[in-house]
């Protein structure tokens, strides 16, 4: 659990280093359009702060992953908006309202009670056939994600912030579904599903998040990662509570993935310092 807390403070906390140097980028001007501010970005230490502490949680997600049910770790990560905001409020000036400090203390109690009530990982391989429909959900995101710009205006946030929680959800899932980092997992379709549903997720969330409103975006997001991935957890590789303690998961899930979407405005840093 500490791992996943760790996972869900480092992508937190890396979101706004890294918009606090787009937006020094994008202040300084010059040419290249947002592959310029890109470039000038990767120039400054906060970006590359940024993109370590990615790294860094994602070390820790895995681990996480090895070590407790699904439902519980991607309850954790969601919390990492939660992370964001409160970063935010210190490093951008953002000014939290009341019920945004009450969702953060929302996302802790949930997170509390998982804690307590979580289990070990369940002791299912999981299927082949759970390795290809993994491997197909992956192939369905990027297909989205590439057609994000032809989606219907209406309701295009939605689509797209669901395609990459589904695509983040492929990746918690994936990785449960490799025994080990070696040669032989090279014929694992599993293996696939978690680059390919990786890569396919950011493709989404960023067409998103430059199509659509933040906070649609990112609530469907959270969604998408949350709740398919700790149902597959629970059905097929037989993730469990401790003894006479699903109630309070259920609930601890419930409460900690209700918070976050509460705070679901903080899907992108800059929108908020911006007003957004």
Known sequence: MICALGAAVCFGAATVLQAVAARAASAQGGRGGEAGVLLRA?????????????????????????????????????????????VAARLLGVRLRRSEWAAVGVVCAGLAMLGLASGTEGDRGGSDALRFAMLGVALGVLGVGLAGGRLPERGRGLVLGLAAGFGFGVVEVAVRLIDSVSVSELANPATYALLLGGGAAFLALTSALQRGSVTV??????????????????VWLGDRTREGLAWLAVLGFVVSVAGALALARFGEAPGVSDGR
């Open 217 to 234: 975006a990112t609530a469907a997001m959270v969604i998408g990662e949350t709740v398919g991935p700790a149902v597959v957890g629970v």
């Open 42 to 86: 990767l120039r400054q230490w906060r970006y590359l702060a940024g993109l370590a502490l990615d790294g860094l949680g994602f070390v820790f997600q895995v681990i996480a992953l090895r070590s407790l049910p699904i439902y519980a770790v991607s309850a954790a990560l969601a919390s990492s908006l939660a992370v964001t905001a409160v």
